[in-house]
């Protein structure tokens, strides 16, 4: 038989924001189809329309095209393959559901909610299943002349799968190898509902994943229970030979203590769990997100990848294609993966120093520019060289950096306590003269260098000199080196600055 073409799935509910655990799963599946020449299918599964969100489907495809996962066929990308949204393929399901039912493999059942709470009231640990079926009010126990009036009565009800006990099902796993479960701790799962026609999870997943030739299902830990359910499904169909190959990613668990990552360990420990800003249409909450928060989409899809799988090694920058050529699927840990969202600033960190300073100016300038401050962007540039090394996210820069486009105004207490001693405005004002008589200003070898030379000559330490010298260009004690300040200031600047200080600290 000839080998299938790769062709994965990500499937996303429209119930609100994207979780960074989907995020994950949705670079997994990018990384498997890349590597082996084959296509990312996005599929909306939307069949429970209690749940549905307005905007979050936008919200989804708007977060990839940010993040750079770039899909191949799907919902807002066309395929050959549609419709790709769940709740426009009711007429295909129902097909299916009626295959099911008149092979023996399924039956209607009409329980109502409250005969079912009875019944779990009754039977410790009740499920719906071999041995409590013929219990209940369904097609197994009632004659077919008072199913058929039931359902032309309009009565509501559902269709179950009929699960036969005692059978061994294997899920062969890339992650885990073989997963043996016994038919017996399965339930007769609910696949179809009458009150708003459409299949569950369960039944439409199992039709599409067939339908549209997906080879590979690679998801979340969570859905690991429901495997053997669907494998039980593809040989109620007769689709064996179909069958995708699973893998069931581990989970994605609390920075600290034990559980899966919520959104509530974000705004406990302050970090987004979400790739963007969400705004929640039901409760007017807003949550915050990694392009909001600073972050760069190949520094989130960087840390994402090594959570749950590593290549080896000591190297942790990868590009995309990168961790296209060495993912592994069979490698991913079977243990969860502690979020370590501290990691997540230090690669932020390391993609700031990697990416030039002509392209984090870019992104600096518009917040230059908030501040009222009108600068050519050879100037920006130049101070970003100075103080990129020194940020996780380029917002932090103005904070550091100001005082290359402002004047201090005042002076930090506790440095000018420290630094301006009875003679620094004596000292300070004969390095201004100093100053004024250096004609190569800008250049910092040149200017460093005729300081020095004169601090020797007159037996001035260098720290009583450049410390006050600090303070009066910049406010406090903080910066580059002093002589990378002045020469950007220029000369009458660095001067007007310096003069002030000694007029206001003495």
């Known amino acids: 038989m000839a080998e299938r073409k790769v062709r994965v799935r990500f499937a996303p509910s429209p119930t609100g924001a994207l979780h960074i655990g989907g995020v994950r799963t949705a670079l997994y599946n990018y990384l498997f189809a890349k590597q082996h020449g084959g296509d990312l299918v996005f599929r909306i599964e939307d069949t429970d329309s209690n749940r549905f969100v307005p905007g979050a489907e936008d919200y989804i495809i708007e977060s990839f095209k940010w993040l750079g996962i770039k899909f191949d066929e799907g919902v807002s990308f066309g395929g050959n393959f549609g419709p790709y949204r769940q709740s426009e393929r009711r007429d295909i399901y129902k097909k299916y559901v009626e295959q099911l039912l008149e092979s023996d493999k399924a039956y209607i059942a009409f329980d109502t909610p409250e005969e079912l709470e009875k019944k779990r009231a009754e039977i410790p640990n009740f499920q719906y299943d071999a041995t409590t079926r013929g219990m209940m009010r369904n097609s197994l126990t009632l004659p077919k002349e008072e199913v058929d009036q039931l359902i032309a009565d309009g009565k509501q009800y559902v269709v179950r799968f009929k699960i036969q006990p005692g059978e061994a099902v294997h899920v062969n796993d890339m992650i885990r190898g073989d997963v043996k479960i016994m038919s017996d701790i399965l339930d ?20 599409d994943d067939h339908l549209m030739e997906i080879s590979h299902v690679i998801r979340g830990e969570e859905w690991l229970p429901s495997a053997p359910l669907h494998v039980l499904l593809y040989r109620a169909f007769g689709w064996e030979d179909t069958m995708p190959r699973f893998a069931h990613l581990p989970l994605l668990l609390k920075p600290d203590g034990k559980g899966k990552l919520s959104k509530r360990d974000g705004d406990r420990l302050g970090f987004p769990v979400f790739p963007l ?4 249409p039901k409760t007017g909450e807003v949550s915050n997100g990694y392009r909001e928060q600073g972050y760069f989409p190949e520094a989130v899809i960087n840390f994402l990848a090594l959570l749950g799988w590593n290549p080896g090694g000591e190297q942790e920058i990868f590009s995309l294609d990168e961790l296209v050529g060495l993912f592994d699927i069979t490698k991913c840990s079977k243990a969860g993966a502690k979020f370590d969202f501290k990691k997540g600033v230090w690669f932020n960190h390391e993609y700031i120093l990697r990416k030039s300073s002509e392209e984090i100016a870019e992104l600096f300038a518009p917040i230059v520019k908030e ?3 009108d600068e050519p962007m050879e100037r920006i540039t130049r101070v970003v060289a100075m103080m990129k090394d020194r940020v996780d996210f380029v917002k932090e820069l103005w904070p550091l950096c100001s005082f290359f486009f402002i004047a201090p105004t005042e002076y930090d ?3 000018a306590r420290k630094r301006w001693k009875e003679n620094t405005g004596k000292m300070m004002t004969e390095l201004a003269e100093l100053l004024e008589g250096i004609n190569d200003f800008e250049n910092i070898e040149h200017q460093e260098q005729t300081i020095v030379d004169w601090c020797q000559q007159k037996e001035y330490k260098l720290g009583e000199i450049m410390n006050p010298f ?37």
Not at 188 to 206: F, R
Request: glycine residues 10%; charged residues 30%; hydrophobic residues 35%.
């Open 188 to 207: 007769d799962k609910v696949l179809y509902k009458s009150a708003d026609q459409l299949p569950t999870y369960h039944l439409a997943n199992i039709v």
């Open 277 to 280: 800003e969400w705004h929640d």
């Open 371 to 373: 501040h009222g401050i």
């Open 413 to 415: 207490e506790k440095t």
């Open 470 to 506: 600090r303070l009066a260009l910049v406010g406090e004690g903080k910066g580059p080196g002093m002589c990378d300040i002045s020469a950007f200031l220029g000369k009458e600047e660095t001067l007007r600055r310096l003069r002030r200080a000694i007029e206001v600290l003495g």
